[in-house]
């Protein structure tokens, strides 16, 4: 009976020469047919050198050694480890495993084992910390004198190591690399220095040399960064070929009747922005533009102008926020700035009562209602607006491009939709802009209004706390306000300690602690995301008419609330929050005339933790640390990556790969554009792949 032929989807357990065993372990590393298992890429490689008599290993080198163990012991305690002495006829080597005493029932007296790692001195003997170890096999033959190999490291499991992974990869390699078919054509290929996919996938798993692995590496960035901007830029010439969207009127009239709605002038840096932005809304081509401007910069008074360009128009519009309590702020200044005028404005959110909101939606859906701010109730389908002419989605990162999506698709019909505008006050390091919203034009608001004074930002260790609630104290007799932020809501309810032993500063204990110590006398409260709206709501209503003198609170506070007489910021455990978040919460206070501080106490222990320290003293400016941001936390922890629904790079380094990625972001721009819909022949593999990778992501479907 002839075998079934093997395919790329061919389960691991049928593969030849895999072992029922060895299947298991694959599959609880989800690599799970032949694909997955050669797209199991190593995470890095080592050169292995040929093994050494023991006396002639050198301190400091990667060595690598054989021989036969004759004395093992684990060692508890508080520093447990696991010690061996293994023995050639030249010498003597010791080799201990910190953290791997379960190594005791695997390594035993009498057995024959190589071993691989940085050899060290100690107490004038040549040990090896950690070595990778295997047991030698009957008749197997070392390297000879001078030889070498490169070998590739795999992420791996306890059970799977990243050795027994290499050896299954070289059984099913001559099988796979027949049955990989590449997306990129030659001539494609040849003047970019990117080698054919199928010898790539071969260079990763057997490189005969380092630049073969480099070579390889580069060719798999590529493709991952091309794919993103392949489904980018097909996304945004669909908007822009196939989608119309209201041209809505702007003059001289207009501009001098909104700005009549401000009580102050708007920046330069503002002007330019709503040039911009009216520009884009005058045209019948969808906008589809960020607004990035710093903390303070006056981003939501450049969405109003577009607001009110729509409703000026005769359209309506909405602005979706990602809490309630940010929606309730926009809500409050939309409403004082439209006192006296005819434009009718209302707030939908999860707490909104059945009844108001089955008339708020019949208001809207009559056109009896201008303009909409609510959260994420606004992409239910009980939502219909009579004709949206502009969405202003705030803190932008919070959401998905899937969602976008879900708003424009309120427009009247298919091919009609409204303007969008998403806001953000995380200012965004180039290379994510490109590359998770290069969908979007960019505006930047870089200058602060007139009259924000720069915050003196301090740090402080726990020893010093007394020093900071000292000038809080201060602070509150003069009249002025504070905000006291810390990582927990209550005692307890984390596991988590920070390095040191000190548990996670909450916000119950800390209110007890100072309004019985430095603070006594004045008066506190607390504010966390567990209280109901109307709680929050009544708590920030007494903290700006000034009953309340410091707010004792978690992150909640980071966006959305201003009161100009709050002049002091203090941090707690501020190694606990990124760079982004310490700068967000800084920008609560320098709001009004008197000089404002913030205060970060800290212990941290790590490199990274330091330098956020550092750089956030350091610097004011959002933009400046935005980038060093992404530079210490990289992509993955920044702007909602993965809440933005698209798949990680899984060879791709956003920072390491900055050429790479202008590289694959000028090449699909060309590429979308002579090939709008990459429906030719020759596309179809490329176009299936894109389509699994990012279809559902970025929203492709409607691209056809």
């Known amino acids: 009976m002839a075998s079934t032929p093997v395919t790329l989807t061919t389960p691991v357990d049928e593969l030849p020469g895999i072992t029922e065993r060895q ?25 292995v050198e040929a093994e050494a008599p023991v006396r002639e290993l050198v301190p400091g080198r990667i060595v690598a050694a054989r021989g036969e163990v004759t004395a093992t012991r684990p060692v508890r305690g508080r520093k447990p480890r696991f010690e061996a002495v293994l023995i050639d006829e030249s010498g003597r080597l010791d080799l201990v495993w910190f953290n791997q005493t379960y190594l005791a029932d695997r390594i035993l007296p009498g057995m024959r084992l190589k071993v691989h790692g940085k050899a060290t001195m100690r107490y004038g003997a040549v040990q090896l910390v950690n070595p990778k170890w295997a047991i030698e096999k009957p008749g197997e033959h070392p390297l000879s004198e001078g030889e070498s190999f490169v070998r590739p490291v795999y992420p791996a499991s306890e059970d799977l190591p990243s050795e027994a992974i290499w050896r299954i990869q070289k059984k099913v390699l001559p099988k796979a690399l027949p049955l990989i078919e590449d997306h990129l054509p030659e001539p494609y290929r040849a003047p970019r220095n990117l080698p054919d996919l199928r010898e790539s996938y071969r260079m990763q798993h057997e490189p005969r040399d380092e630049p073969e692995a480099s070579l390889s590496r580069r060719r798999l960035a590529y493709d991952e960064l091309l794919m993103l901007q392949l489904g980018v830029h097909l996304k945004r010439a669909h908007l822009r070929e196939h989608l119309r969207a209201p ?14 709605r401000f009580q102050f002038t708007l920046t330069g840096a503002q002007d330019e922005v709503v040039k911009e932005i009216a520009a884009d809304l005058s045209r019948a081509t969808p906008a589809n533009r ?47 700035s439209l006192t006296g005028s005819k434009v009718r404005v209302a707030l939908l959110t999860g707490s909104t009562p059945p009844a108001v909101r089955q008339s708020m939606l019949s208001s809207l859906a009559s056109g009896d209602l201008d303009i909409l701010v609510g959260t994420h109730a606004l992409l239910t389908e009980s939502v219909e607006f009579k004709n949206l002419g502009v969405c202003v989605i705030d803190e932008q990162h919070r959401f998905g491009v899937h969602q976008r999506a879900r708003l424009r698709a309120q427009g009247t019909d298919e091919t009609t939709t409204p303007h969008v505008l998403v806001m953000t006050a995380t200012p965004i390091p180039r290379t994510m802009a490109i590359t998770l919203f290069g969908d979007l034009d960019i505006s930047s608001i870089r200058a602060l209004p007139p009259g924000r004074k720069p915050i003196l930002t301090r740090v402080f260790t726990r020893d010093h706390r007394s020093e900071v609630y000292a000038d809080v104290a201060a602070r509150l007799a003069r009249g002025e306000q504070a905000y006291i932020v810390v990582p927990a809501i209550e005692a307890g309810e984390s596991s988590d300690v920070m390095p040191g032993g000190e548990p996670l500063r909450d916000v119950r204990t800390v209110f007890q602690e100072l309004e019985s110590g430095p603070l006594r006398g004045f008066h506190l409260a607390t504010m966390h995301g567990r209280l109901s709206r109307d709680s929050r709501e009544a708590i920030m209503e007494r903290f700006r008419l000034g009953q309340v003198q410091a707010l004792v609170a978690t992150t909640v506070i980071e966006v959305g609330v201003d009161v100009p007489n709050a002049t002091a910021m203090v941090i707690e455990q501020a190694d606990r929050f990124g760079l982004a978040q310490m700068h967000q919460l800084r920008g609560r206070v320098g709001r009004g005339p008197a000089a404002s501080a913030c205060f970060l106490i800290a212990d941290p222990t790590t490199d990274e933790a330091q330098a956020r320290l550092r750089v956030v003293a350091a610097t004011s400016d959002g933009f400046i640390l935005a980038e060093k941001d992404l530079e210490l936390r990289g992509p993955g922890e920044l702007f909602g990556v993965r809440q933005s629904g698209l798949p990680p790079f899984k060879v791709a380094d956003l920072m390491r790969d900055r050429e790479l990625l202008d590289m694959a972001r000028r090449d699909a721009a060309e590429w979308v554009k002579r090939s709008p819909d990459l429906k030719a022949p020759e596309e179809t593999l490329l176009r299936r792949r894109l389509m699994k990778q990012y279809g559902a992501a970025l929203g492709l479907a409607d691209v056809g």
């Open 290 to 336: 960020l607004i990035q401007g710093d903390v303070g910069s006056g981003k939501t008074v450049v969405a109003l102008y577009a607001m009110l360009m729509a409703v000026a128009g005769g359209h309506q519009a909405s602005l979706m926020a990602p809490t309630e309590l940010l929606a309730d702020q926009h809500y409050a200044n939309i409403t004082a």
């Open 23 to 47: 299947a298991g372990f694959l599959r609880a590393l989800g690599l799970t047919n032949l694909g997955k298992l050669i797209a199991h890429l190593p995470m890095r490689f080592e050169r």
């Open 247 to 260: 041209a809505l009127k702007w003059n001289a009239k207009i501009d001098e009747h909104i700005r009549a």
